[in-house]
């Protein structure tokens, strides 16, 4: 895990986020359901980001030379944390955004 903040910044950046998420979720009381979705959007984000961070690890360790599908495989592993973070931000503002409305 140590290796993952020395390694990976976004990483870092993620927990500081979900830290003001589950903070300002705490301040405006969100239901038990509103909750799980918010949880749980956090953890697929930060999972996918272990993932990621697991793949470019691995293709490195396969390859130090430039390769096509290395690419692809870190681009591929990347996008997947956007598609997480992108499911997040929706689940944050369709649970969040009534509150302050």
């Given at each position: 895990m140590v290796q993952l903040f020395k390694k990976d910044r976004k990483f870092l950046l993620h927990i500081i986020i979900a830290m003001a998420v589950i903070f300002i979720c705490f301040a405006v009381n969100i239901t038990a359901v509103e909750w799980l979705f918010i949880i749980t959007a956090i953890f697929l984000v930060l999972i996918?980001?272990?993932l990621?961070?697991?793949i470019e690890y691995t293709v490195?360790?396969?390859t130090d030379d430039?390769?096509?599908l290395a690419r692809y495989a870190k681009d591929?592993?990347?996008a997947a944390v956007i598609f997480s973070s992108l499911y997040a931000v929706i689940?944050?503002?369709i649970i969040?955004?009534?509150y302050f409305v």
């Open positions: 996918t980001e272990i990621n961070s697991a490195d360790l396969v430039y390769h096509i591929i592993a990347a689940a944050g503002m969040l955004l009534p």
